[in-house]
């Protein structure tokens, strides 16, 4: 298509990594806040974002475009239409069998998504709040 839309096109999809980047920072602050303390760039199946080794709860923080939510933010684009879709939908079956790989060794696996974290901070935070259970070494009791 034409240079401009191209250009624009890629600007657009920098924008949506570098803000799934910063999101992730916002969970991890929010998280390290409430006391609770994780490992980043696990060596698990997928490189879950946030583990929890004691917990064995891997988290991991989707952008709605590069795992095919299925959200607003999560169009195909229409510029090489097929490359995306098939590369989106290996995306997304890797997902799936990461996520199988990781239960089967018994971790928990929570997803968050952009679009969720960026409308509902709050609630997606006590979804992993939930799973995690209590920070163990938030104040004296830390057995
Ligand atoms: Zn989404």
């Known amino acids: 298509m034409d240079k401009i839309s191209k250009e624009r096109r890629s600007w657009n999809m920098s924008r949506i990594r570098s803000s799934n980047t910063s999101l992730e920072l916002e969970v991890r602050?929010?998280?390290?806040?409430?006391?609770?303390?994780?490992?980043?760039?696990?060596?698990?199946?997928?490189?879950?974002?946030?583990?929890?080794?004691k917990k064995r709860v891997a988290l991991f923080i989707n952008g709605c475009f590069w795992h095919s939510h299925g959200c607003k933010l999560s169009t195909i684009p229409t510029t090489r239409h097929d490359f995306w879709a098939e590369?989106?939908?290996?995306?997304?079956?890797?997902?799936?069998?990461?996520?199988?790989?990781?239960?089967?060794?018994?971790?928990?696996?929570?997803?968050?998504?952009?679009?969720?974290?960026?409308?509902?901070?709050?609630?997606?935070?006590?979804?992993?709040?939930?799973?995690?259970?209590?920070?163990?070494?938030?104040?004296?009791?830390?057995?």
């Open 87 to 143: 590369k989106l939908g290996n995306n997304k079956n890797r997902d799936k069998r990461v996520n199988g790989q990781l239960k089967a060794m018994g971790w928990r696996v929570v997803t968050l998504w952009e679009c969720e974290i960026k409308e509902q901070f709050e609630r997606e935070l006590a979804r992993v709040v939930k799973v995690i259970g209590p920070a163990s070494n938030h104040g004296i009791r830390n057995i």
């Open 29 to 53: 602050k929010a998280l390290h806040a409430l006391g609770f303390r994780y490992r980043l760039r696990s060596s698990l199946p997928g490189h879950p974002d946030i583990v929890f080794p």
